[in-house]
Nanobody, 121 residues
């Protein structure tokens, strides 16, 4: 079991930026794939992006060019840098650990509690 704790959510104006963090514990961080998902009210949870243990990353079309995933294995932490935010990005963002089985598909085994991101117009 991997314990995941997200932080960094909050309120930001359209066009602004925000960086989310996900701190992991309970397992060797460097050997697991990590990803971010989000869920807006009344909508299904959707994939945002993921990063392999080796460092390669992939993103949903809605995130490409605006969001960047990185990881710091020394700190057992993965980040989601979000730029050019719009109200459509408003959602609860969840960190997950698991296995990337194909581009854009992360099979999650553990989830964080989520952090709220609200983008105002």
């Amino acid at each position: 079991q991997v314990r995941l704790v997200e932080s960094g959510g909050g309120l930001v104006q359209a066009g602004g930026s925000l960086r989310l963090s996900c701190a992991a514990s309970g397992r060797a961080f460097s050997r697991i794939d990590m990803g971010w998902f989000r869920q807006a009210p009344g909508k299904e949870r959707e994939f945002v992006g993921a990063i392999r243990w080796s460092g390669g990353s992939g993103y949903a079309d809605s995130a490409k060019g605006r969001f960047t995933i990185s990881r710091d294995n020394g700190k057992n932490t993965v980040y989601l840098q979000m730029n050019s935010l719009t109200p459509e990005d408003t959602a609860v963002y969840y960190c997950a650990s698991g296995t990337i089985v194909s581009p854009g598909r992360l099979i999650a085994r553990d989830w964080g509690q989520g952090t709220q991101v609200t983008v105002s117009s």
